[in-house]
């Protein structure tokens, strides 16, 4: 059973940061491409970032780009989101999505239950 499990939401002001970590299961985590989901109120779920199963690449949304990190550590079978200055567009729930392959992102199979993530002074 493949478990996805984000944690690192909370509230932070504009400009601040959150690291975002998925911890990763019942899949061999290491052979899936990865990506990050965010869902803002009223609206539907964006395409954040992905990440190729051995990290050799990431990619981004324009919207984050410069300010967003994706990393992995297989090892530990863990995903991150690094997120650096926060806007207040940046709020949303955030969802870790497993791949289908381990190259191509864009094809989800599996989501955990997301983390908030609130920007507000």
């Known amino acids: 059973e493949v478990q996805l499990v984000e944690s690192g939401g909370g509230l932070v002001q504009p400009g601040g940061s959150l690291r975002l970590s998925c911890a990763a299961s019942?899949?061999?985590?290491?052979?899936?491409?990865m990506s990050w989901v965010r869902q803002a109120p009223g609206k539907g779920l964006e395409w954040v970032s992905g990440i190729t199963s051995g990290s050799r690449s990431t990619y981004y949304a324009d919207s984050v780009k410069g300010r967003f990190t994706i990393s992995r550590d297989n090892a530990k079978n863990t995903l991150y989101l690094q997120m650096n200055n926060l806007e207040p567009a940046d709020a949303a729930v955030y969802y870790c999505?497993?791949?289908?392959?381990?190259?191509?992102?864009?094809?989800?199979?599996?989501w955990g239950k997301g983390t908030l993530v609130t920007v507000s002074p």
């Open positions: 999505a497993k791949s289908i392959y381990s190259g191509d992102y864009k094809f989800m199979d599996d």
């Open positions: 019942g899949f061999t985590f290491g052979s899936y491409a």
